[in-house]
């Protein structure tokens, strides 16, 4: 029979402390997720034609300062368009392997997810670049219509340091709404909360260390089904599981926890675009024997320009960077005057109606329907570079010509004048819609006024006459009195109408308030053309070698005198003083 004194009883516990401390190990790693990117990837903006202070060049020096085995590093989509870069390296060189997938798998990417603007480069695009990477596209709920699985990978295990994680993808479900079934044909987009339901049992039985969720969708709100286009916080509260979800598309930044209805918490991530931001998650799994490793979650958002840039990634992609600043600085021809963005919030301006013209000349339609696609941005005088194609258009879309009764174009336009305009009760009031406080006042950020919704939305159209009381309550405000030349105009007549693809497959709602949706959207389009818009802008302004953009739509804001006050008020509110 042993006898415990003391002294025993303390090198027991103190026997027992040691083999406790050997047992219990501590694992950390640092997941970094990129978002919304837009061909962003090397320090040199194209479009601009000037350097930058952000780009991947500061993540590759962050890669370098840390272990591979103790760095995650995630996309979250967006990447195939945006900056001259990509489309140089999608459609015009087509040889080589792709600038993005190089750079990504230089780094040791080890997942990402599709965004809608990668689906709206093309089956031919994405599917190479996917075939390129060493790493899987994510989206579960992008299905195969002809199987009936997904088309893409529905999550990936990663595993590090002993730690297993499963990254889950999900794609923003309004693809249909934007782009072209052309671009994505044979796959069908699915609620976010269901996909993320059915598929959760799976992610489970790989007994995970950290869940996280690389979703190409926005926080949005809890309450939505899934089906919106921004539901990743519906999808963190309502399916139990996620420990971490990553989201982007809707070019914001921010953290949150929230609680999954089992009560447990999430964290959510949403890091901006275009390389401003960097994603961040510390980890800690303080992991004790055979137990389940505990994760320690911290989240930030860091900016770029504050990481050093790596010298030997710069070095690299040299090469490729003065090869897309030759394509975008070949001349194309002149302009003998200088047009911005600006004008065209408060009326015909040469900006928007430049692209009118060229929507007209391309597809030979009656009407025209466009917005500014930039809220801010210029084309100077002199010499037109490939680059300035860019800032007169931003996205990829291609160009329909669609059939629309008189009627329906009237409600199109109604549509747009009730994102455009308040309604002005007197001459002091604000004309434009604001997103504005508890007061009623517009927000000030930075000094300058944020629209309520995006300039991208306000279509203007050309080839008839018509005016937009601002006066009257929204679904009031349109009143078209005729053609151009000055021919009657009908409500019941048809027209065939110019008009961008995100437009005419619903982006934005203005056809769905036109009183065409679904199936009937299809219907309409009488043809499209094989290439996007921007490319036979850019052709069109060859042939002309000189082109002299004036206002030249036929439409005024009512009252005028109104107008012209508020845009005197309104235009240091939106631009500042410059």
């Given at each position: 029979m042993i006898k415990t004194t003391t002294r025993n009883l303390a090198l027991i516990l103190l026997a027992a402390l040691l083999t406790l401390a050997c047992t219990r190990k501590e694992v950390r790693l640092e997941i970094y997720a990129t978002t919304d990117l837009h061909g962003m990837l090397l320090p040199f903006d194209n479009t601009e034609g000037k350097s930058t202070d952000r780009s991947l060049a500061n993540l590759?020096?962050?890669?370098e300062s840390g272990k591979k085995e103790n760095i995650v590093l995630l996309d979250n989509g967006d990447i195939l368009q945006g900056d001259p870069l990509a489309y140089y390296y999608n459609f015009i060189d087509t040889a080589t392997t792709h600038i993005i997938a190089d750079i990504l798998n230089h780094l040791g990417y080890d997942a990402a997810t599709v965004g809608n603007h990668d689906i709206e480069t093309g089956h031919a695009v994405y599917d190479r670049v996917r075939s390129e990477y060493n790493f899987p596209i994510l989206a579960a709920n992008a299905i195969e219509i002809e199987t009936g699985e997904p088309y893409f990978e529905p999550y990936t295990v990663i595993k590090k340091r002993e730690m297993k994680l499963v990254v889950f993808g999900l794609i923003t479900p309004s693809?249909?709404?934007?782009?072209?079934?052309?671009?994505?044909?044979?796959?069908?987009?699915?609620?976010?909360v269901a996909t993320a339901r059915k598929w959760m049992p799976a992610i489970q039985a790989e007994n995970p260390d950290l869940v996280i969720g690389l979703f190409h969708s926005g926080m949005g709100d809890g309450d939505n089904g899934g089906d919106d286009e921004n539901s990743s916080l519906a999808?963190?509260?309502?399916v139990p599981g996620f420990d971490v979800i990553f989201c982007g598309h809707d070019h914001r930044k921010d953290v949150r926890e929230v609680t999954d209805s089992n009560g447990d918490k999430v964290l959510v991530l949403d890091g901006g675009s275009r390389a401003e931001a960097l994603m961040n998650v510390s980890v800690s799994f303080d992991r004790r024997g055979a137990g389940r490793n505990i994760p320690l979650l911290e989240g930030r958002i860091t900016e770029m320009n504050t990481l050093p840039e790596s010298s030997g990634f710069l070095e690299r992609y040299r090469g490729a960077m003065e090869r897309v600043r030759e394509y975008t600085s070949e001349i194309i021809g002149r302009s003998e005057t200088t047009v911005g963005t600006r004008d065209a919030f408060f009326g015909p301006s040469a900006f928007t109606d430049l692209i009118h013209r060229m929507q007209l000349d391309i597809t030979g339609a009656q009407i025209s329907l466009?917005?500014?696609?930039?809220?801010?941005?210029?084309?100077?005088?002199?010499?037109?570079?490939?680059r300035d194609m860019y800032r007169l258009y931003r996205f990829e879309n291609f160009l329909y010509t669609v059939r629309m009764t008189g009627g329906e174009i009237d409600r199109h336009l109604e549509h747009s004048a009730g994102h455009w305009f308040r309604t002005m009760e007197k001459a002091s009031d604000y004309m434009l819609n604001y997103r504005t406080d508890d007061d009623g006042k517009p927000v000030i950020v930075n000094g300058t006024a944020r629209l309520q919704y995006p300039s991208y939305n306000f279509d203007s159209a050309m080839g008839i006459r018509y005016t937009v009381d601002v006066s009257k309550p929204a679904g009031a405000r349109v009143?078209?009195?005729?053609?151009?030349?000055?021919s009657p105009f009908s409500h019941s007549a048809s027209y065939t109408v110019a008009v961008n693809s995100y437009r005419a497959n619903?982006?934005?709602?203005?056809?769905?308030?036109a009183g065409i949706a679904g199936k009937e959207l299809e219907r309409r389009i009488i043809s499209a053309t094989e290439r996007d818009l921007r490319f036979y802008m850019t052709e069109w302004i060859r042939e002309k070698g000189t082109i002299s953009p004036v206002p030249l739509s036929e439409w005024k804001i009512v009252p005028v005198d109104w107008a012209a006050d508020a845009k005197k008020r309104e235009m240091r509110m939106l631009f500042g003083n410059n």
């Open positions: 590759a020096r962050v890669v693809v249909p709404r934007w782009l072209p079934e052309s671009l994505y044909s044979g796959i069908r987009f699915e609620n976010m999808v963190a509260m309502n466009a917005a500014p696609l930039s809220f801010d941005q210029s084309i100077s005088s002199g010499d037109l570079r490939i009143n078209i009195t005729a053609l151009s030349d000055g619903g982006g934005g709602g203005h056809f769905t308030a």
